[in-house]
């Protein structure tokens, strides 16, 4: 069973620090302005949840939208099913979605679409080949060139999926 979140803080953002997280979000993401806009803009709804060990989540208008942890803001699935966001991506073949669905890391023999130009580090999009759903969320071990060479091995390592605590505090979310 999968554990609840711990929540330690919870409060709706003031529109000044609404701008501070777009500005950070256009630096770290590098979102081109428009893009960002449609997710967020100083107007909207933002709740900020304080989490264990610094990590927080962003609430922007009722859908769950981002993981800030160890630095980096991490899009979640709550808000990739409704929206698009230009973030490098990997198809996986059939038999490897029921895996990447239940927060498998991504070996390379399950691989068969990597977009160019993922460097170590990244956060990479892992997707169905059927239907281009977004089944988690990873961390790129290797660049997409070093990826392509491979044979075997882990590359990616998934740090959100359909199965985490995350998820099941997005479904629950109110």
């Given amino acids: 069973m999968v554990q609840p979140l711990k929540i330690h803080q919870r409060h709706l953002l ?13 630096t770290q993401l590098g979102l081109n302005p428009e893009i960002l806009h449609t997710i967020l803009n100083p107007k909207d709804r933002v709740e900020w949840i304080k989490l264990d060990d610094n990590q927080e989540l962003y609430v922007i208008n009722g859908i769950l939208t981002f993981w800030h942890r160890e630095g980096k803001f991490i899009p979640l699935l709550s808000f990739l099913t409704k ?7 990997v198809k996986v073949d059939q ?7 239940k927060g ?18 990244d956060i990479v999009l892992i997707e169905d080949p059927q239907h281009g759903r977004i089944l ?7 660049s997409s060139e070093s990826m392509e060479t491979m044979d075997s091995g882990k590359v990616i390592k998934c740090i959100h999926s359909l199965s985490d605590p995350i998820w099941n505090f997005s479904k629950s979310y109110k």
């Fill in 104 to 121: 498998a890391d991504v070996m390379r023999p399950g691989i068969i679409e990597i977009d160019a130009g993922i460097r170590p580090g």
């Fill in 83 to 89: 929206h698009d966001l230009p973030y490098p991506r």
């Fill in 136 to 142: 988690s969320v990873g961390e790129a071990l290797y």
């Fill in 95 to 101: 038999g490897a979605v029921k895996f990447m669905s």
């Fill in 14 to 26: 003031k529109s000044k620090d609404i701008k501070k997280l777009i500005q950070t979000l256009q």
